[in-house]
């Protein structure tokens, strides 16, 4: 819908800028937007990283769910071996 914003468009911007809110109020302007930007950069940067290891930690279960239900469980001896007696007769 947006195209890329270029030169002209940027200084169009910033001439209206000017106009509007005047040259003593535009520094303080440009310092509340990037500090704005780079709030909003970091916290998707955070959920970007959260959702990624949210996935990767999916992704662990199925694999160890799949690899338990492919590996047989060993099975128990068919005959427990017998006592061991001791004869203490003598």
């Known amino acids: 819908?947006?195209?890329?914003?270029g030169m002209p468009e940027l200084i169009i911007i910033f001439v209206i800028a000017l106009i509007?809110?005047?040259?003593?109020?535009?520094?303080?302007?440009?310092?509340?937007?990037?500090?704005?930007?780079?709030?909003?950069?970091?916290?998707?940067?955070?959920?970007?990283s959260t959702l990624e290891e949210e996935i990767r930690?999916?992704?662990?279960?199925?694999t160890t769910a799949k690899q338990a239900a492919t590996t047989p469980a060993s099975a128990p001896a068919a005959h427990p071996e017998e006592p061991v007696r001791h004869d203490h007769s003598a």
């Open 1 to 5: 819908m947006f195209g890329s914003i």
């Open 57 to 62: 930690i999916e992704e662990q279960k199925e």
């Open 20 to 48: 509007i809110f005047g040259p003593r109020k535009l520094p303080e302007l440009g310092r509340s937007l990037g500090k704005s930007l780079a709030e909003f950069k970091r916290a998707s940067n955070e959920l970007r």
